[in-house]
């Protein structure tokens, strides 16, 4: 089994930061892509960052150069650097990983965490 676990949510006013964490656990042969996507209510959801095995990263623009992603892969931890948090960021942030189980060889999977909710309010 394999299970994604994030922790790091909760409410923040303007202008402030947060720090999102993601650890990977189970029978895990090779985590490939890990990142962070976002769902606020009444929208679709969507890629905030992600980051290669080889630490390629991608944001989405309007997270640029507020937003941090990174990743240790010692401990199967993917991590998301939030500042100056705007309302506008207010949504349930979900992780994902491409990783391929033991015994499945190089054969990844599309795996998701529970989402934890992150609240930009005053």
């Known amino acids: 089994q394999v299970q994604l676990v994030e922790s790091g949510g909760g409410l923040v006013q303007p202008g402030g930061s947060l720090r999102l964490s993601c650890a990977a656990s189970?029978?895990?042969?090779?985590?490939?892509?890990m990142g962070w996507y976002r769902q606020a209510p009444g929208k679709q959801r969507e890629l905030v960052a992600v980051?290669?095995?080889?630490?390629?990263?991608n944001y989405a623009d309007s997270v640029k150069g507020r937003f941090t992603v990174s990743r240790l892969n010692a401990k199967n931890t993917v991590y998301l650097q939030m500042n100056s948090l705007k309302p506008e960021d207010t949504a349930v942030y979900y992780c994902n990983a491409a990783i391929a189980p033991l015994g499945g060889g190089f054969s990844y999977r599309n795996y998701w965490g529970q989402g934890t909710q992150v609240t930009v309010s005053s």
């Open positions: 189970g029978s895990i042969f090779s985590i490939n892509t």
């Open positions: 980051i290669t095995s080889g630490s390629t990263t």
